[in-house]
């Protein structure tokens, strides 16, 4: 099956076209902002404009634009195209790419949250969640996460801060989809968020 992979959710933005387990083309790159714009296109320069029977998409968690963006476009090829749609953990692909890199092993990955906070989550040597995405603060995040392996664009930050590991910088990249073990990937395409919205509603408020 032919699989169109969107992945939006970090700083980084990516996608990429499968035949089977063979990568057709990519493309991959590290934004910051501006998603939005740049996604489209780059799917729309893949060969045959990315068309597939299926569609993985990053679910988060990361950047609430991000993540709702991608999610969308996967949403919409999918019904345009008559096309099967699966999501995934961003944290999981992470975990996935530092496995191909660094064997089978336990790998924490730590993504920059909001506020100050990092989104942290923990997976066992064979891509087994161990630790659901979460947001924690910085020294909550040192004291939570003990694999030797850190993953992630803050993964320097929580070697430094623990005193002790290897880190690994990476940020998700959909050309690591080959490597995500298939029971990652789920039907639900709902946002991981990590983290309470900002924004109360005015009941939680105490406002009329």
Same mark, same amino acid.
């Given at each position: 099956?032919?699989?169109?992979?969107? =992945?939006?959710?970090? *700083?980084?933005?990516?996608?990429?076209?499968?035949?089977? =387990?063979?990568?057709?083309? @990519?493309? #991959?790159?590290?934004?910051?902002? /501006? #998603?939005? *714009?740049?996604?489209?296109?780059?799917?729309?320069?893949?060969? *045959?404009?990315?068309?597939?029977?299926?569609?993985?998409?990053?679910?988060?968690?990361?950047?609430?634009?991000?993540?709702?963006? /991608?999610?969308?476009?996967?949403?919409?090829?999918?019904?345009?195209? %008559?096309? +099967?749609? $699966?999501?995934?953990?961003? @944290?999981?692909?992470?975990?996935?790419?530092?496995?191909? +890199?660094? /064997?089978? %092993?336990?790998?924490?990955?730590?993504?920059?949250? &909001? @506020?100050?906070?990092?989104?942290?989550?923990?997976?066992? &040597?064979?891509?087994? +969640?161990?630790?659901?995405?979460?947001?924690?603060?910085?020294?909550?995040? $040192?004291?939570?996460? =003990?694999? +030797?392996?850190?993953?992630?664009?803050?993964?320097?930050?929580?070697?430094?801060?623990? &005193?002790?590991?290897? $880190?690994?910088?990476?940020?998700?990249?959909?050309? &690591?989809?080959?490597?995500?073990?298939?029971?990652?990937?789920?039907?639900?395409?709902?946002?991981?968020?990590?983290? =309470?919205?900002? $924004?109360?509603?005015?009941? *939680?408020?105490?406002?009329?």
């Amino acid at each position: 099956m032919r699989t169109l992979v969107i =992945d939006s959710a970090t *700083e980084a933005c990516s996608v990429a076209l499968f035949e089977g =387990d063979d990568l057709l083309a @990519h493309d #991959h790159r590290v934004l910051g902002r /501006g #998603h939005a *714009e740049r996604l489209v296109p780059m799917i729309d320069a893949l060969p *045959e404009k990315g068309r597939a029977g299926r569609i993985a998409v990053a679910r988060g968690p990361g950047s609430f634009t991000g993540v709702r963006v /991608g999610i969308a476009a996967a949403r919409a090829l999918a019904l345009a195209w %008559q096309a +099967e749609i $699966a999501g995934y953990a961003t @944290h999981a692909l992470i975990a996935a790419m530092a496995r191909a +890199e660094r /064997g089978a %092993q336990p790998i924490s990955v730590c993504t920059r949250g &909001g @506020h100050g906070e990092w989104f942290c989550a923990a997976y066992d &040597g064979d891509g087994v +969640e161990t630790l659901a995405p979460v947001s924690l603060k910085p020294d909550d995040a $040192a004291a939570t996460l =003990d694999a +030797e392996i850190v993953a992630g664009g803050e993964a320097v930050g929580l070697v430094d801060r623990r &005193g002790r590991g290897t $880190a690994v910088p990476l940020w998700p990249d959909a050309r &690591g989809f080959s490597d995500l073990p298939s029971f990652a990937l789920s039907s639900e395409c709902a946002p991981i968020y990590g983290r =309470d919205a900002d $924004a109360k509603p005015l009941a *939680e408020q105490g406002r009329k």
